[in-house]
Each structure stands twice: as structure tokens, then as C-alpha cells.
């Protein structure tokens, strides 16, 4: 069973860069799914944030192209998010998932929650 | 971008409603929409992709329809665990686009 888990600092201070970490069990990220990550602000829909493929080729949301930073280690089953000048209107719960073309966003993360404040 | 309309954004119905959600996708999607329910706190759990194929496990309650451009979730008898959020996505193009969601409360 694929499973997905999320980690990274509950808080994190306006302007600084907020890291997550999604370690993947039961399948390799080294296959040709796209892994990605989604968030949802409190009390507001679900927003794609970005996927990244094994071979380090990302895609991400436009309106926050300019701060993503994406990456995968396929020896530690993990990839990553990184998340620059963070404001108050990134504090939200991010999900990882695993995503297919024919799949779409199958397996989740049970999300980890992430505020932004000093 | 690819731009999708859902509606209803809420909507209260009772048990044994049969309960219709839409979205519209901005430009020709062909079948790549993907419907997600999530319960307050929960992960969103995916119920259709492909537009109408459902998911192992998910009720028979729910069905997907839909190509192109007007994509609809009917849930033919609403049923007490069914109350929650509904979400489409399109899943045929970068960048993944979500809708805005409908949330289904008890009348």
C-alpha cells in the first residue's frame, strides 16, 4: 500500500522559507508517476501547488512560480517543497500526493499544518 | 490556464436526495476529471477519475459523467456520510486545476 507522509515546522516566520519533506512508503518515487503537493488555507478550497517527476522536471502553479522550489531524492524515497518569503496567506494545511494522467491525485498525505507568523 | 466553475458552492439537501454537482471546465478537457470528497478535517478522498471511473471501494451511489467542457457528480441517494465537500479536478494539463468546491449540508 503506497503511503505518504508530510513533515516540516508547524510555524514559520513571515519572509522565511518554509520546507516540507514527503517520505513515500510501499512504492518508489523512481517510476514514472509525478509526485506532487497541494495545500488548503483554513476554511478554503484545496490548491495545486507543483508536481515533480524522477528526473527532477517540475510543474508548478503559476501564481506561485516565483517561491516553489521543487526537488526529489530517490535514494531516501522523499521529495520536497520549498517555499520562499512565505506571508500570512501561506498558512495552510499541505498535502502530498501521487499523481497519474490517467489517476489524477490518487494517494494522499494526512497533511501537515503550517502557520506562518512571528 | 484551464479555469474550472463549479456549482453549486453549497447546497442543502435531505437523506435519500438525489444530488447533482457540475463543473465547467474553461477549454476542452476531453475526460480528465477527477472528483474528491473531503469531510471537515479530513484527507480529500478521490471518488471518480477519467470523468466516470470509480474509484474501488466508492459507493455505486456515486457517478460521474461528462467530457470536454460540463463535467456532473450525481450522488443518486444522499446518505448521512455523504454530507461533506466535494471537489472537481482537472487532471489532463499542467497547471492541475481545482474547482471551488460544493459543500452538501443537511437540510
Redesign the interface.
Known amino acids: 500500500q503506497v503511503q505518504l507522509q508530510e513533515s516540516g515546522p508547524g510555524v514559520v516566520e513571515p519572509s522565511e522559507t518554509l520546507s516540507l519533506t514527503c517520505a513515500v512508503s510501499g512504492y518508489s518515487v523512481n517510476t514514472e508517476y509525478h509526485w506532487?503537493w497541494i495545500r488548503q488555507p483554513p476554511g478554503k478550497?484545496?490548491?495545486?501547488i507543483g508536481?515533480i517527476h524522477r528526473s527532477g522536471t517540475t510543474?508548478?502553479?503559476?501564481s506561485l512560480k516565483s517561491r516553489v522550489i521543487m526537488s526529489v531524492d530517490t535514494s531516501k524515497n522523499q521529495f520536497f517543497l520549498k517555499l520562499t518569503s512565505v506571508t500570512a496567506a501561506d498558512t495552510a494545511v499541505y498535502?502530498c500526493a501521487r499523481?497519474s494522467?490517467?489517476?489524477?491525485?490518487?494517494f494522499?498525505?494526512?497533511?501537515t499544518v503550517v502557520i506562518v507568523s512571528s | 490556464d484551464i479555469q474550472m466553475t463549479q456549482s453549486p458552492s453549497a447546497m442543502s439537501a435531505s437523506v435519500g436526495d438525489r444530488v447533482t454537482i457540475t463543473c465547467r471546465a474553461s477549454h476542452d478537457i476531453r475526460n480528465s476529471l477527477a472528483w474528491f470528497q473531503q469531510q471537515p478535517g479530513k484527507v480529500p478522498k478521490r471518488l471518480i477519475s477519467g470523468s466516470s471511473s470509480l474509484q474501488r471501494g466508492v459507493p455505486s451511489r456515486f457517478s460521474g459523467s461528462g467530457s470536454g467542457t460540463e463535467f456532473t457528480l450525481t450522488i443518486s441517494s444522499l446518505q448521512p456520510e455523504d454530507f461533506a465537500t466535494y471537489y472537481c479536478l482537472q487532471h489532463g494539463s499542467y497547471p492541475l486545476t481545482f474547482g471551488g468546491g460544493t459543500k452538501v449540508e443537511i437540510k
Open positions: 506532487g478550497g484545496l490548491e495545486w508536481n510543474y508548478v502553479n503559476p498535502f499523481f494522467w490517467a489517476d489524477s491525485l490518487h494522499w498525505g494526512q497533511g
